[in-house]
């Protein structure tokens, strides 16, 4: 393996450390095609060919803007489902009718499965 450019301490058992760690490899290696990756004992490497750093990496984050890439029809479904009171009328009808058919479904595949 390579000499790691990057160094991080981190505990491997705590998830959110493991998913920080991918995401700063994914956002190194979309500023310096190659880089690579990988766990020694506590510790998380960064090799990049090209001699990023860290301080690169966290300036890059720092500069960027969050969009949202929701289509027009998630936005408008997500706006939907916020604007409806927790008591809705229509939400319940929707859960009735959903619960209708997966009893449906469950049924169904009951009795597929008893004849095979």
């Known amino acids: 393996m390579s000499k790691p450019n990057i160094k991080i301490p981190i ?15 994914e956002l190194a290696d979309r500023l310096w095609p190659g880089a690579e990756g990988w766990f020694e004992s506590d510790q998380f490497c960064i090799n990049i060919v090209s001699g990023g750093s860290l301080q690169s990496i966290v300036k890059s984050l720092q500069q960027s803007t969050v969009s949202n890439t929701m289509t027009v029809a998630q936005r408008g479904r997500l706006d939907e489902l916020t604007s409806m009171r927790r008591s809705s009328g229509k939400r319940r009808q929707d859960l009735k009718m959903r619960r209708r058919h997966w009893n449906r479904f469950a049924a169904n595949s009951q009795s597929l499965s008893s004849v095979r």
């Open 11 to 25: 505990d491997l058992t705590n998830p959110g450390q493991f998913f920080a760690c991918c995401g700063l490899l």
